[in-house]
């Protein structure tokens, strides 16, 4: 982009004013880069200000389990922290930090699991948490867009209203609260269900129907917990959505037309809730991260939660900020995406500004 | 009396504000008058002491939730414990308050420039997940007592506030009575302090209940998982001793289910308020907002 308009700046930027869409998508892409990098930025130096030597806190351990009889010498010290990029000021770091990343795509070595690279530690986890808690929050979407919908719909119903009235009162309750509850009926007072972990241990993961099985019934407290506490608040926020558009002038006209109620329903009500709830979906996804460390801390569950808190406890900075930047870029890359779509799927938007 | 009369019909026609009010003060009121309720239950004694009765009692009409793994009374504990989580909430939540009031006015009310570079620093933390940074925070200040550790949480819960109240000063902003105070060569500090201030004090008001209570459930996700400030006791802490004490394999319900029920209870009073708030100020929701 840079050397384009470095050759021919005139043309550039006249093709960019006869296309707005085009300019809205570089001036957006130009700011999600901003924002990617003052977040990764922010998180980085937050994390180095932390108190403790994770190196010492390392050769401690070593000597624990006599690898090391003698004290470690500085030499050693010395080649752990240059190796684990924790040599030299905070700048410096920084700055090796971000050329590590950016042109060797790596995170550097992992304290917790010495030597395998941060990132083959983080992508053993990533599937567990994409399994469970993408899955989770994509279910809790969908059921709370068609029963919100529902309740706006048959608004003033005694059914309709005391599911909206539970949603208010329960709707962001903390995911573990349910979990824990859940917990304690089902998995130790009638014991039908697996407390802890993410399958039985005895199999050997695979895709055989028994391993399959396993991992449902593994998933299903912890996947429930987060189902339906994510059903409540989309079930309100849609419901919102939904009731000032039930006024509209067109729906009248589709009621006199005499299509049947559900296709008003479907096909023209609740079109106008799904584009803006998309949007929200895309915005919630950083916060289906915050309450999963939490769930998969609580079920034992090796996710990416999980190894945060593991990599926390010993300040594996190289796997904590490759958890924190990958969060970081999975909110802002979908709300990039959305905002480019957004134009394209409903032609209300304006994205020119 | 116009003011009394005007409020009276607020709550009489709305109910979610009022239930959600009236919850809020039972709560505060039931934290303020803790201690006496400790010492009712301890008919003098402290019930909360290391064995002052015996170990995993059962619900009774003595102890009405039982006792826990040292013989504590949990019923007194809870309430004990209801207090310090409010406290804590209270302490960030007016700190946070506070930062995102200032933030909000200034990138509100200055615009341009201005706006943009704190409205992207504002996103830019709210991106940030917040919860491993309070973990690697806590797991490195354990020695700390309840009211840094409100501090620690209140760093996290402005950019909400700033962000809402914000969008209410925009709109504020546009409206004609300001355009005239500007006309009339009032001074920036003084429109904001006359005139958009007073007509904020609700959406500061929901913007506090809701920093407080994200702080409140921070802490006690903190404390869940094992990490969280040393000796006192507040709502997590109970949870996490539940758990750790195998209260969920022992029966031991009360010890995990009191808290969690006052908190959620906690939970519904602001978010009824909060509902029932926006209601009031925009009649267009009435009867959409909920049921």
């Keep these: 982009m840079s050397s384009e308009v470095a050759v021919e700046p005139g043309r550039v930027r006249s093709w960019l004013a006869a296309h707005p869409l085009a300019s809205y998508a570089v001036r957006r892409f130009g700011l999600y880069l901003v924002e990617l990098w003052g977040a990764v930025t922010v998180a980085f130096f937050f994390f180095r200000l932390i108190p403790g030597d994770p190196i010492q806190t390392f050769i401690q351990t070593l000597q624990q389990n006599y690898v090391y009889n003698a004290q470690a010498s500085a030499a050693v010290i010395d080649r752990y922290r240059a190796e684990f990029g924790l040599d030299g000021n905070l700048f410096s770091q920084y700055l090796h930090y971000m050329y590590r990343v950016l042109f060797q795509q790596s995170l550097g070595p992992s304290l917790i699991n010495y030597p395998t690279p941060a990132q083959d530690v983080i992508m053993r986890a990533l599937p567990w948490t994409v399994g469970l808690l993408g899955l989770s929050a994509v279910l809790a979407w969908v059921i709370g867009l068609l029963v919100g919908a529902l309740a706006g719909w048959r608004r003033g119903k005694a059914g309709a209203d005391l599911v909206t009235n539970v949603a208010i009162a329960l709707s962001h309750v903390p995911y573990y609260f349910l979990a824990l509850i859940l917990t304690f009926v089902f998995a130790y007072q009638l014991a039908w269900l697996p407390a802890r972990s993410a399958y039985n241990a005895r199999l050997t993961p695979g895709i055989s129907p028994e391993f399959i099985f396993s991992l449902l019934k593994y998933g299903l407290l912890p996947s429930l917990s987060i189902v339906v506490i994510g059903v409540f608040s989309w079930l309100l926020s849609t419901r919102m959505l939904m009731v000032p558009v039930l006024g509209e002038d067109y729906l009248t006209y589709a009621q006199a037309k005499g299509l049947r109620p559900r296709k008003i329903l479907t096909k023209y009500a609740l079109r106008n809730c799904y584009l803006p709830q998309v949007t929200a979906f895309g915005i919630s996804l950083g916060f289906i991260f915050n309450g999963n460390v939490l769930v998969e801390q609580l079920f034992n569950y090796p996710g990416l939660g999980a190894t945060l808190v593991n990599a926390i406890q010993i300040l594996d900075f190289n796997t904590i900020l490759g958890v924190t930047n990958l969060a970081i870029f999975a909110v802002l890359t979908a709300n990039l995406i959305l905002d480019l779509l957004l134009p394209l799927l409903d032609p209300r938007v304006k994205y020119w500004r | ?291």
């Design chain 2, 1 to 291: 009396m116009k003011l009394v009369r005007g409020m009276g019909r607020v709550f009489t026609s709305n109910w979610k504000l009022t239930t959600g009010l009236v919850l809020l003060l039972l709560l505060i009121l039931t934290a303020v008058t803790s201690p006496l309720i400790a010492s009712a239950v301890g008919g003098g004694q402290d019930p909360v002491a290391i064995a002052a009765y015996e170990k995993w009692q059962v619900p009774s009409p003595d102890h009405w939730l039982g006792t826990d793994q040292f013989g504590r009374d949990v019923f007194a504990m809870v309430i004990g414990a209801l207090a310090v989580s409010l406290k804590v909430g209270a302490i960030a939540g007016v700190i946070s308050t506070i930062a995102g009031v200032l933030m909000a006015f200034i990138a509100g009310y200055k615009g341009g420039a201005v706006d943009g570079v704190l409205s992207t620093f504002t996103d830019m933390v709210l991106v940030v997940p917040s919860f491993p940074l309070l973990i690697a925070l806590s797991a490195y200040t354990k020695n700390v007592g309840i009211t840094q550790v409100a501090l620690m949480l209140a760093v996290f819960s402005w950019p909400f506030a700033a962000r809402t109240i914000r969008a209410h000063v925009l709109s504020l902003r546009a409206r004609p009575y300001v355009e005239l105070a500007k006309v009339t060569k009032f001074r920036d500090l003084e429109i904001i302090a006359y005139e958009l201030l007073p007509n904020m004090l609700p959406y500061i008001g929901v913007g506090f209940a809701s920093s407080a209570l994200g702080a409140i459930f921070a802490l006690v996700g903190l404390e869940v998982i094992g990490l969280g400030p040393g000796e006192t006791i507040d709502l997590g802490k109970i949870i996490f001793s539940a758990i750790g004490t195998g209260a969920l394999t022992l029966g031991a319900w009360p010890m995990f289910v009191a808290p969690i029920l006052l908190l959620t209870l906690l939970f519904a009073a602001l978010n009824l308020c909060n509902i029932g708030l926006e209601e009031v100020y925009n009649p267009r929701l009435r009867g959409v907002a909920g049921a």
